[in-house]
Structures are given as structure tokens and as C-alpha cells.
Nanobody, 119 residues
Framework: QVQLVESGGGSVQPGGSLRLSCVAA????????MSWYRQAPGKERELVVE????????NYADFVKGRFTISRDDVKKTVYLQMDSLEPEDTAVYYC????????????WGQGTQVTVSS
């Protein structure tokens, strides 16, 4: 059974940090590019960052460059999102996403984890 389970969300003050984790199961993790998306209330879901299946490349959205860092551990089948210098505009539900590196239609979503940045 395919699963992507996010954790690490919560409430933090502006300027604070959070680390999200996404544990995968039920598919060959190392064959999948992993991404984090987010969706704020009333807005469309948007890509935050993607890391290729071999970890060789990362693609960050402009609005998080220099503040967020993605990494993956293929042994633990986990992808992480380190979020620093958080801003109120970062408030959203953050989703983990997996897409096969070759067969692009093979993709999976996690259930999401809430991140709230507020003073």
C-alpha cells in the first residue's frame, strides 16, 4: 500500500524554523523525484521545491530560495524540508509529492501538514 506520511507541521512565530518530514512506503523510493507543495486558504496549490530521484538537483520556488532546504534519505525513505526565516506568507498546508523519474504518471500525494506562521 502506497503511503506518504508528513509530520513536523505546527505553529511558529515569524523568523522561526520548522522541519517537515515525509516518510514513504509501498513504492521504490529511490526511483521517484520528491517534492513539497503548499496550499494556502483560497489559493491554488503551488510547488515549493523538488529534488530529483538521485538527489543531484533541486528546484526551489523563488519565494523560498535561501530560506528552505530539501533533502532526502533513501535508506529511511524520507524526504525533509527545513524551513528557516519563516514568514506569515508561508502559512499553508504543506503536501509531500512523489513522481516516478521516468513514468511521470506514477505519482502520489501525502495528506498534508499544517504550517502556521503568526505572531
Amino acid at each position: 500500500q502506497v503511503q506518504l506520511v508528513e509530520s513536523g507541521g505546527g505553529s511558529v512565530q515569524p523568523g522561526g524554523s520548522l522541519r517537515l518530514s515525509c516518510v514513504a512506503a509501498g513504492f521504490t523510493f529511490s526511483a521517484y523525484a520528491m517534492s513539497w507543495y503548499r496550499q494556502a486558504p483560497g489559493k491554488e496549490r503551488e510547488l515549493v521545491v523538488e529534488i530529483t530521484n538521485n538527489g543531484g538537483a533541486r528546484n526551489y520556488a523563488d519565494f523560498v530560495k535561501g530560506r528552505f532546504t530539501i533533502s532526502r534519505d533513501d535508506v529511511k525513505k524520507t524526504v525533509y524540508l527545513q524551513m528557516d526565516s519563516l514568514e506569515p506568507e508561508d502559512t499553508a498546508v504543506y503536501y509531500c509529492h512523489a513522481r516516478h523519474a521516468i513514468i511521470r504518471r506514477w505519482e502520489y500525494w501525502g495528506q498534508g501538514t499544517q504550517v502556521t506562521v503568526s505572531s
